[in-house]
T-cell receptor, first 113, second 115 residues
Framework: KAGVTQTPRYLIKTRGQQVTLSCSPI?????VSWYQQTPGQGLQFLFE???????NKGNFPGRFSGRQFSNSRSEMNVSTLELGDSALYLC????????????FGPGTRLTVL | GENVEQHPSTLSVQEGDSAVIKCTYS??????FPWYKQELGKRPQLIID?????GEKKDQRIAVTLNKTAKHFSLHITETQPEDSAVYFC??????????????FGKGTHLIIQP
């Protein structure tokens, strides 16, 4: 099976802009979770989508949002970018039901200038 | 919410020796504990996990132990090799019939294998 893919791999934006990141899970997996990784805060959970519904949410401001499509692909949007949003954004794919093993994609490196 | 503490932040061992990384969690409802290995510039990779109904799990040179009473779990790597050098993250989450909460990660341990 193909692994988790994320696009784009690298992104440079300026403060105030918005950005959309995409994640395609492993075929057959219905759950997609998003994480932010920074040197200071480590890996932090943003939210999880299952069958097009947000099922769980971490402690991030409303500027961070997401959605999931019927084919389980997911997008994450960050509006009004701040310098502190510079990070590696990782999505993780999981079957979503009997198993909660999560498999990570390669990440999108976002730099906000 | 859940809080996961991980120690040490850096661990240097001689090749062939064993390495132990320890984590504690705060939420007694957590019942799923995975460990991830992340090499520089790469994605975290799941190396082993344990559920709360099991006290120990082993996979070749890697083992994880769980003490639910003390709310701590540990990763043991035996006969370490240079390719074991990486950052290791522990995590915890609550798995219910409706799925799993997001993973709460420890801050990571940079494991260095000295030749």
């Amino acid at each position: 099976k193909a692994g988790v893919t994320q696009t784009p791999r690298y992104l440079i934006k300026t403060r105030g802009q918005q950005v959309t990141l995409s994640c395609s899970p492993i075929s057959g997996h219905r759950s997609v979770s998003w994480y932010q990784q920074t040197p200071g805060q480590g890996l932090q959970f943003l939210f999880e989508y299952f069958s097009e519904t947000q099922r769980n949410k971490g402690n991030f401001p409303g500027r961070f949002s997401g959605r999931q499509f019927s084919n389980s692909r997911s997008e994450m949007n960050v509006s009004t970018l701040e310098l502190g949003d510079s990070a590696l954004y990782l999505c993780a794919s999981s079957p979503g039901t009997s198993s909660n093993e999560q498999f990570f994609g390669p990440g999108t490196r976002l730099t906000v200038l | 919410g859940e809080n996961v503490e991980q120690h040490p932040s850096t661990l240097s061992v001689q090749e062939g020796d064993s390495a132990v990384i320890k984590c504690t969690y705060s939420d007694s409802a957590s019942n799923y504990f995975p460990w991830y290995k992340q090499e520089l510039g790469k994605r975290p990779q799941l190396i082993i996990d344990i559920r709360s109904n099991v006290g120990e799990k082993k996979d070749q040179r890697i083992a994880v132990t769980l003490n639910k009473t003390a709310k701590h779990f540990s990763l043991h790597i035996t006969e370490t090799q240079p390719e074991d050098s990486a950052v290791y993250f522990c995590a915890a989450s609550i798995r219910s019939g409706g799925g799993a909460d997001g993973l709460t990660f420890g801050k990571g341990t940079h494991l260095i294998i000295q030749p």
